[in-house]
């Protein structure tokens, strides 16, 4: 059955290529067709069978930031898809994003994959996963703040599903130079620049909120109450200055029909000032005990100029560590 799926797919693609010399011209890959390919690889993967896929000679696999050999890693691991599914598709590059859920050796794992297609034969395939307990550590070795445990959720929030009216939609420039404003607003952060959010911005990292959640009476002394604010609120403390660079900044995925960009990056946070100054002046202790890396896949769907939902993976990585592969 699923040789049938990839023949199927394969003949879909190579159909809409009659005619044309490039993968790239007149939507050779519609939505429903680069979506096909995401459950093909998670089929493939959970099978344990590269095989099974259709590949361009020279095809490249990373997980983590780190070049594998195809069936290696979580190709060996993987035994089941979770619940939760958001597809992110971007025709016009051939490329198609996922955020889910995986089981793995009987954990809840949360993962971000975009595979890239060319003339029906998939050239690259890039993974984050995060695993339970994978994510950064604040003091005494305990998750930071902004980090919850894994969840599978149920669906995606309606916004990343809804189609933006034609005469509403941005530009491809236009959406990833919203969506690089967020990571402008966050690096070395002082509260005197923040993205332009709408008023309903919620923030979901490794598939739990982070934003405008009940106040906790038990925040600890000295440390704001991050998690209970609003994303424009947060940004305006000036609270994450201590992330202090994100580099590799891409773009690879822009879904201009439903406004939405996937981005990947490196957040690098050095915990060598150990307090520094909110945006009202108020001294505020660095939550972070050690120099620490994590690699950032993070979703912006943005309407009429302004970031509306976020919804990221996260995951520690080596300090300052590279994705060399995608940086070429």
């Not at 344990?48 to 195809?70: C, F, S, W």
């Not at 016009?92 to 955020?99: I, M, N, P, R």
């Not at 005197?192 to 923030?203: I, L, Q, S």
Request: glycine share 8%.
């Amino acid at each position: 059955m699923l040789r049938i799926k990839i023949v199927a797919a394969a003949l879909i693609c190579a159909s809409m290529l009659t005619g044309y010399g490039s993968a790239y011209a007149a939507d050779p890959c519609d939505r429903a067709c680069l979506e096909g390919y995401i459950d093909i690889v998670l089929d493939a993967m959970t099978a344990h069978d590269p095989g099974q896929l259709m590949l361009a000679k020279g095809v490249r696999y990373t997980e983590n930031g780190v070049e594998l050999i195809l069936g290696d890693g979580l190709w060996r691991t993987a035994s089941a898809r979770g619940n939760y599914s958001l597809y992110v598709c971007d025709p016009e590059a051939g490329q198609v994003g996922f955020y889910g859920t995986l089981i793995e050796l009987g954990n809840m794992d949360y993962i971000a994959l975009r595979v890239k297609v060319y003339e029906a034969l998939i050239e690259e395939i890039e993974v984050i996963v995060v695993r339970p307990g994978g994510a950064m550590s604040g003091p005494d070795g305990q998750p930071a703040p902004s980090v919850g445990q894994i969840v599978d959720q149920q669906k995606p929030r309606r916004q990343f599903l809804e189609t933006v009216p034609k005469d509403e939609r941005m530009n491809r420039e236009d959406l990833v130079k919203v969506a690089n404003w967020y990571f402008t607003g966050l690096a070395n952060q002082t509260g005197k620049f923040t993205a332009p959010f709408a008023d309903t911005c919620e923030r979901l990292e490794n598939g739990t909120q982070s934003t405008n959640l009940k106040p906790d009476p038990y925040t600890r002394s000295g440390t704001l109450d991050i998690l209970s604010m609003g994303c424009k609120e947060q940004q305006k403390t000036g609270w994450f200055a201590f992330v202090t660079e994100i580099r590799n900044r891409r773009f690879p995925v822009v879904d201009i029909e439903r406004g939405l960009v996937l981005a990947f990056g490196f957040f690098d946070h050095d915990a060598a000032v150990r307090s520094y100054p909110l945006a009202d002046g108020t001294m505020t202790p660095n939550i972070l005990t050690y120099p620490q890396t994590i690699e950032i896949s993070e979703l912006f769907q943005i309407r009429k100029g302004k970031i509306d939902q976020i919804e990221a993976v996260i995951n520690s990585v080596p300090y300052r560590m590279d994705s060399e592969v995608w940086d070429e």
